[in-house]
């Protein structure tokens, strides 16, 4: 009985490991891949607490993964590919100048940040308006919240 008890202690901190892995998967520095991130943000940084665009830094916040059939309908990514993103909250000022003079959400406060990473490639969508997005295929059709998508690489 004790093999037993220490195989399923292993194998519960395994998986505890591996979801605090995969929770984290888009930390850390990413170059600006898609034309809109070299135009409006440069490269990101995302941290535990904080994004940083273009040299400047926010207070980030993760509310929740992202399931497989939100991430499709942000970033048209095969549903079927067992794929996860991330919802953050975070206050980034309406005004607030990046990459040549340009602004991620025009005069609007940006308030929401999904992330989705696929092998060596982050994708980032960002919102404005203080309720959170509705992650469906319809919802993204007629929402006026979406501010820009983003590609980054490693």
């Not at 490991?17 to 995302?46: F, K, P, Y």
């Not at 060596?120 to 998508?149: E, R, Y």
Request: charged share 20%; hydrophobic share 45%.
């Amino acid at each position: 009985m004790k093999i037993f008890e220490r195989i399923l202690l292993g194998m519960l901190a395994a998986s505890v490991m591996c979801g605090a892995a995969h929770a984290q998967e888009d930390r850390g520095l990413w170059s600006a891949t898609s034309t809109n991130a070299r135009a409006i943000t440069g490269d990101i940084t995302v941290g535990e607490a904080k994004v940083t665009l273009n040299f400047l830094t926010f207070p980030l916040a993760q509310i929740r993964r992202l399931k497989a059939v939100e991430v499709s309908a942000v970033f048209d990514a095969d549903v079927n590919a067992g794929i996860e993103g991330t919802l953050y909250r975070l206050r980034i000022p309406g005004g607030q100048s990046f990459a040549h003079k340009n602004t991620l959400c025009g005069g609007e406060e940006t308030q929401w940040m999904a992330t989705y990473v696929t092998g060596h490639t982050l994708k980032v969508a960002f919102f404005s308006g203080d309720d959170m997005p509705v992650f469906t295929f319809d919802a993204m059709q007629n929402t006026t919240a979406v501010c820009g998508s983003f590609v980054y690489g490693r």
